[in-house]
């Protein structure tokens, strides 16, 4: 089994940055697709962004504003957000899986970290 563990999480200012990491422990392999989710108070949880054997993948409203890279030394993920908004306060969960392909859609994974909150003010 893999543990995800999420960090950098905070309370930041509309137009700040923030940088998330997701490290995996446990058993991983090079095919091992990881990806961001998040949920706001209300909402569906959503999908942020993914990196896997097809590349990198990013969710319309955050394309230009989040990158997501990886580690495969350090079987660590990052989320980098820019130009923060109110409307990305959530809290973001990683994931993880060996059958994701595109990573949008949350059956793809196997595994999830317990989440890090991101408050933005506006």
């Known amino acids: 089994q893999v543990q995800l563990l999420e960090s950098g999480g905070g309370l930041v200012q509309a137009g700040d940055s923030l940088r998330l990491s997701c490290a995996a422990s446990?058993?991983?392999?090079?095919?091992?697709?990881m990806g961001w989710f998040r949920q706001a108070p209300g909402k569906e949880r959503e999908f942020v962004a993914a990196?896997?054997?097809?590349?990198?993948n990013h969710a319309d409203s955050v394309k230009g504003r989040f990158t997501i890279s990886g580690d495969r030394a350090k079987n660590t993920v990052y989320l980098q957000m820019n130009s923060l908004k109110p409307e990305d306060t959530a809290v973001y969960y990683c994931?993880?899986?060996?059958?994701?392909?595109?990573?949008?859609?949350?059956?793809?994974?196997?595994?999830w970290g317990q989440g890090t909150q991101v408050t933005v003010s506006s």
């Open positions: 994931a993880g899986g060996m059958r994701v392909v595109t990573g949008t859609w949350a059956y793809e994974y196997d595994d």
């Open positions: 990196i896997s054997w097809t590349g990198t």
């Open positions: 446990g058993r991983t392999f090079s095919s091992y697709g």
